[in-house]
């Protein structure tokens, strides 16, 4: 079975620190894994995933997740934040087709 | 990437009533998903529609409170029967999206039910 855990339900963090969100999954087969974001408001966007190869995975507004075999992790990270990254970040695992979301991190930035 | 028009975004219904709705896709897509997002709660899948079969139901939802249609490859409904309070939620349909190698999220139909 598959199944992805966060473990923190909200990090609060000032603004330029960096930050970790956790991920941790569960699976007894190749994982294909994938962390969104969610503004207030609005949709889900797909922020980054793993697939296969490097194990680094980075994002256009500066994002990168590991992916960690031996851990079974998948951590999200960010050097320096902004105020604008305040949004809930959710880890999923591809489960059968299907995406499996892990309980969501509520992200808040302050100035 | 796939481009999903989901409609309505939002509406507030009288308990025992039905809302239907719906999601458009600009390409063809095999499979189309349905999650709930209750009130602070992360996504949960709903049912998984297959054109010109049946859909698939995750445990704990069933056929009667939430019929799915999904007439072509392109379009697929989700209709919440007899609704009441904790039907509260947002409805988000969702899309394998070969061109982004993941999936891909309309934006959602926020649900109140009084």
């Known amino acids: 079975a598959q199944s992805v855990t966060q473990l923190d339900s909200q990090v609060p963090v000032f603004e330029e620190a960096p930050v970790e969100l956790r991920c941790n999954y569960s699976?007894?087969?190749?994982?294909?894994l994938f962390w969104y974001v969610q503004y207030p408001n609005q949709g889900l966007q797909l922020l980054l995933k793993y697939l296969s190869g490097s194990t680094l995975v980075e994002s256009i507004n500066g994002f990168e997740a590991e992916f960690n075999k031996s851990q079974t992790s998948f951590h999200l990270r960010k050097p320096s934040v902004h105020i604008s990254d305040t949004a809930e970040y959710f880890c999923a695992v591809r489960k059968s087709d299907k995406l499996i979301f892990g309980t969501g991190t509520r992200l808040q930035v302050f100035p | 990437s796939a481009v999903i028009s989901q409609k309505p975004s939002r509406d507030i219904c009288q308990r025992g009533t039905s809302l239907t709705i719906q999601c458009q896709v600009d390409s063809q897509v095999t499979m189309m998903f349905w999650y709930r997002q209750q009130p602070g709660q992360s996504l949960t899948l709903i049912a998984t529609a297959n054109q010109g079969s049946e859909a698939t139901y995750e445990s704990g939802f069933v056929i009667d409170k939430f019929p799915i249609s999904r007439p072509n490859l392109t379009f697929s409904t989700l209709t919440v029967s007899n609704m009441s309070p904790e039907d509260s939620s947002i409805y988000l349909c969702s899309v394998e999206d070969p061109a982004v190698y993941g999936y891909t999220f309309g934006s959602g139909t926020r649900l109140t039910v009084v």
């Open positions: 699976s007894s087969v190749s994982v294909y």
